[in-house]
């Protein structure tokens, strides 16, 4: 089964809007970690918000914010204000206590940003 | 600068040579691994190190081989590449990761083709 689930794989978005970009996740642990990383077309890897199981507030970092729904199990990333620049591809991942040796990743969901 | 360096960044190789990617790390991390990207799947760990001749599987480790002789490198061989590993690959590291917390630093990326 999935563990990470993203199920938009593409999205668009105009320049200065809102975007949210879907997270759900399937673990039985009570304690992990939630990320997302940005991957533009150069190919690397950016590490974008973290939120813990146990964090009773939204991350927020700059213009990102994480809306974190435990009972959902989901981890939805928000963008505001998008910008050109943010145009890439999308990874949630997940870390569990039991099994704290990886990252376990999403299919992504690439976001372009229309002037 | 704190990085993560990978090389070759490109590489196109025939089915059967052997073939190193190396990874080093300048910020004193003591947990590394490798994973690939493929379409639709994601980031997959191939191998992971917990610290200097401590190595595990991850998910993906057929036809891969690690080694970590030193805390700062951890190449990825492939002794005898098939076009299956045809991928991205991703080295990426971490102070630790005894819990949950802690973002992955990850490699600019080696593109890899077997022919």
């Known amino acids: 089964a999935q563990k990470i689930t993203q199920t938009q794989p593409g999205m668009f978005v105009q320049e200065k809007e809102a975007v949210t970009l879907d997270c759900t996740y399937d673990t039985s642990d009570q304690s992990y970690g939630l990320f997302w990383y940005k991957q533009p077309s150069s190919g690397e890897m950016i590490f974008l918000i973290y939120q813990g199981s146990y964090d009773e507030q939204n991350a927020t970092e700059g213009r990102y914010s994480l809306n974190f729904q435990k009972a959902r199990k989901s981890a939805n990333l928000v963008i505001s204000a998008s910008q050109l620049g943010d145009s890439a591809m999308y990874f949630c991942?997940?870390?569990?206590?039991?099994?704290?040796?990886?990252?376990?990743f999403g299919t992504g969901t690439r976001l372009q940003v229309f002037p | 600068e704190a990085q993560v360096t990978q090389n070759p960044r490109y590489l196109i190789t025939v089915t059967g040579k052997k073939l190193t990617v190396t990874c080093s790390q300048n910020m004193n991390h003591e947990y590394m691994s490798w994973y690939r990207q493929d379409p639709g799947l994601g980031l997959r760990q191939i191998y992971y190190?917990?610290?200097?001749?401590?190595?595990d599987k991850g998910d993906v480790p057929e036809g891969y081989k690690v080694s970590r002789k030193e805390k700062r490198n951890f190449p990825l061989i492939l002794e005898s590449p098939s076009p299956n590993q045809t991928s991205l690959y991703f080295c990426?590291?971490?102070?630790?990761?005894?819990?949950?917390?802690?973002?992955?630093?990850f490699g600019e990326g080696s593109r890899l083709t077997v022919l």
């Open positions: 991942a997940m870390r569990e206590s039991y099994n704290t040796d990886k990252l376990i």
């Open positions: 990426a590291s971490s102070f630790s990761i005894r819990g949950v917390t802690g973002e992955l630093f």
């Open positions: 190190s917990m610290n200097v001749e401590v190595t």
